[in-house]
Structures are given as C-alpha cells and as structure tokens.
C-alpha cells in the first residue's frame, strides 16, 4: 500500500525548495503504461510549468490540492486565457479536472504547494504551447510572474 502522509509531503517541499526548477514529483504509477498516470507535486513559487496539454490522444486531467495555493490557468489555442481557478482551501477549490486536450498551466501562489495529479494512461509526452517560452528561455521568468495575477480575457504580452 502507498501513503502519501505528513513526512512525505514535507520531504517533498523540501526537495522542490532545494531544486533549481522549484518543483519536484513523485510517481505513484508503476510504469508509463498504465492506464491511469499518478503523481504527487510540489511546488515552490517562482517554478515555470510551461503552458502545454495533453492532446496525442486527447487526455483529461484531474488536480487535488493537498497543501499551500495554486492557480491552474486554461488557454485557447493563441494563449488567451479563457479561464483562472484558484485551488485552496480558503479559496473553496481543491479539485479541478481538465477536458481532455485543454490548454493549461498551472502557477504556485504560496510556498510548499502540492497537488495530487491523475491523467490517463499511458504516458504520452505533453504538446507545448508555441507562444510560451521554453523553460530556461529569459522570457520564461516574465510569464511565470504574468501568469501569477493573468485572468480571463488577458493575453500575455510577450505571445506572439
């Protein structure tokens, strides 16, 4: 049986404070053939997740939020964003699920954030956005601080 308990979570933030991407996961599938792909996240502020989706096949996926604040954004196909939830438990959202293909990335709002993750299987690369950056490009930093305070209707100045 797999826990996800207290320590674990904590050894998690610690290792996404100490890693240059600000992020770090833990696979709970066995392999990249299962049907449903699962995974704990941590975030720290400041990471980039580069807008992307899940789209060769087309695949949903599911967020639960299990300690800190995030925002997870969704994009149209130019990088508008079409829409901004906020998961937290102040907020009054912690689980979100993505249509499959969906344009999306996701933001830290406070420190020591984790996210339990759930898409389906098996693993296929994620297709990401044209207009954003790459992670490590200069630009990638604008965006990532863009995306902390970006709603509905906003297009990123950098796109394009």
Sequence with gaps: MKRLDRAAVEALCREAAASARG???????????????????????????????????????????????????????????????????????????LPPGTWHSLVALAPDSVLFEFKQGPFAPAAFAAWAPAEGEAQAVELERWLRTAQPGERWGGVG
């Design 23 to 97: 992020r770090t996961h833990q696979l709970w599938h066995i392999d990249h053939g299962d049907p449903v792909q699962r995974l704990a996240m941590a975030l720290q502020p400041g990471t980039y997740v580069r807008p992307h989706r899940h789209a060769e096949p087309p695949k949903w996926e599911a967020l639960v939020l299990l300690a800190g604040r995030v925002a997870l954004l969704v994009f149209d196909d130019d990088g508008r964003v079409r829409d901004r939830v906020t998961l937290g438990h102040a907020d009054g959202c912690v689980v979100t699920e």
